[in-house]
């Protein structure tokens, strides 16, 4: 519905912070190029010009602030959703919010939220594809790459762009309508985490076990070696 282009700017997410308080649900925006684009805890993310989809959307959903973590999982469904549409190949979900294709990212998304105890004032989602990218840094190589890359086609990022839009308005609208049971088995789909031994960083700290599903908040439901369940919030995982 609203929507904003500057052409080079430091971070979206930036941008979207500053004005999020002034503008309605569902505002995004799109950079051509990123100069201090950010990734998740405090890394980098590579933004080059014109080659990739640099955007954030300011949500104000009236959720709690412990539900937002849906809100990133309803962008991941969306991307890998969009990808199927305009690429015709299948991604997946490194939960919570890695897009992979072929074993390596080729996007990322970052979720940041100014809530109050009970209250959302606005939830960013920064989403970060890289489309034609035709060039990496030889230490992101093994891990990064981009849909051009994998499919060996280039498409317009335009068409990727508002793919991805629709998309996340339909999972965005059904999911406030329907709860997050509606998209649950969506990412139960697409997850390339559930049925992996994984070790996961979080605020519990390190946790070792294999990944047995999602549950009905969207935590990631690990069983340790001990026969353990633990449900986990967010975290930073990586498949054994
Ligand atoms: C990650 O995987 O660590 C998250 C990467 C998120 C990148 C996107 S690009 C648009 C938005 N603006 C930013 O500065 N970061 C996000």
Avoid at 53 to 66: V, Y
Avoid at 81 to 98: L, M, Q, T
Avoid at 133 to 139: G, L, S
Avoid at 150 to 169: F, H, M, P
Wanted: glycine share 8%; with cysteine.
């Amino acid at each position: 519905k609203y929507y904003m282009h500057k052409l080079v700017i430091d971070s979206t997410n930036n941008f979207a912070k500053e004005i999020a308080s002034n503008v309605p649900d569902g505002t995004v925006i799109i950079a051509e190029e990123q100069t201090a684009g950010r990734g998740r805890l405090g890394r980098s993310w590579i933004s080059q010009k014109g080659c990739g989809i640099w955007m954030s959307i300011i949500l104000k959903p009236n959720i709690q602030p412990k539900e937002a973590i849906n809100l990133t999982q309803l962008a991941a469904i969306s991307v890998v959703k969009a990808i199927e549409e305009v690429f015709h190949v299948e991604s997946k979900i490194k939960w919570p919010n890695d897009i992979i294709l072929n074993n390596k990212k080729v996007c990322g998304i970052l979720t940041e939220m100014s809530s109050e105890i009970d209250k959302i004032n606005y939830v960013i989602i920064g989403i970060g594809v890289n489309v034609n990218c035709d060039n990496f840094p030889e230490e992101l190589k093994g891990k990064a790459t981009s849909l051009y890359l994998e499919t060996n086609s280039k498409v317009d990022r335009k068409k990727l762009t508002a793919s991805i839009l629709n998309n996340l308005e339909f999972y965005y609208n059904a999911y406030l309508q329907k709860g997050f049971e509606y998209i649950r088995p969506i990412c139960i789909e697409k997850s390339i985490t559930i049925g992996r031994q994984i070790k996961v960083i979080a605020n519990e700290g390190e946790i070792e076990g294999k990944a047995v599903t999602i549950d009905n908040n969207g935590s990631l439901v690990v069983e340790t070696k001990e026969g353990k369940r633990l449900s986990i919030m967010s975290g930073d995982v990586s498949v054994r």
